[in-house]
């Protein structure tokens, strides 16, 4: 899947594209500042922090409607989330009081951007791509008293949750995603408890008060290994011909899962049509 462990961390590919950007960012643009202006501090610093902002303030206000109901989830930043326009203009405004002040240091500071988006993009082009992964043949038991196999749900769009009771971000996860299987009918959800007996996830479940049609105890974690899943939780994404689209680690937020079931729901929209 499209996520990379560095010793006991794990991290989408997105996500570590983003950090080692802003490293490098942060990196050239304080070695100009004790090498060519010392004023090229505190805009790096008055960038990031603008940057940042303006990415979370994009995606909310793209998806307001969602985060009306639940404003909280604002500054619920480990979910992921942001807006590449929203970079742009916090950019924009933090370049507005540099220019005025200086304008020959606009190309360093341009230097110290173009630094970050070349690491980004470059992390991107060489770990970013799922890979036409296909579902697996094994048959899996459900906690229902059937067994089922991932590859034999063609025809449908298909979201798998790999999760497990003792997972923090799982527990939170999962009422929000078992809602929004629940309201999208025409999406299989399958829910794939990682490594614990079928005892305990069903314990957990009715604890929890959760109603789930489709759960998996997957006992030997097949399904991480074969779609190489480093950490828990893990959302996957699945054309209707049974290969991946897309993937998540980590906590999933309603409007990236949102748009992610969009994305494997247009082929059937496009068919329909």
Known sequence: MNAVS??????????LAAILGIGAF????????????????????MTLVLGLIGARAGHVLAHWESFLAEPWRILAFWQGGFSATGVLVGILIAAVPLLRRSSRLMPWAAGSLAAGAVA?????????????????????????????ALSERVGRPLVVNLWASWCPPCRREMPMMAEMARRHPQIDFVFANQGEAQERVADYLADAGLAIDTVIADR????????????????LFIHPDGTLAASHLGEISRETLSEQIKRISAPLAEKDI
């Open 6 to 15: 560095i010793g006991p961390l794990a991290f989408d590919v997105e996500r």
């Open 26 to 45: 942060v990196a050239l643009a304080s070695l100009l500042s004790s090498r060519v202006d010392s004023r090229l501090g505190p805009w790096s610093t």
């Open 220 to 235: 030997t974690s097949l399904l991480s290994r074969h779609y190489k899943a480093p950490g828990l939780p893990a959302t």
């Open 120 to 148: 980004w993009f470059s992390i991107l082009a060489l770990l970013g791509s799922n890979g036409a992964i296909a579902a697996p043949d094994t048959r899996l038991a459900t906690l229902d008293g059937r067994s089922i």
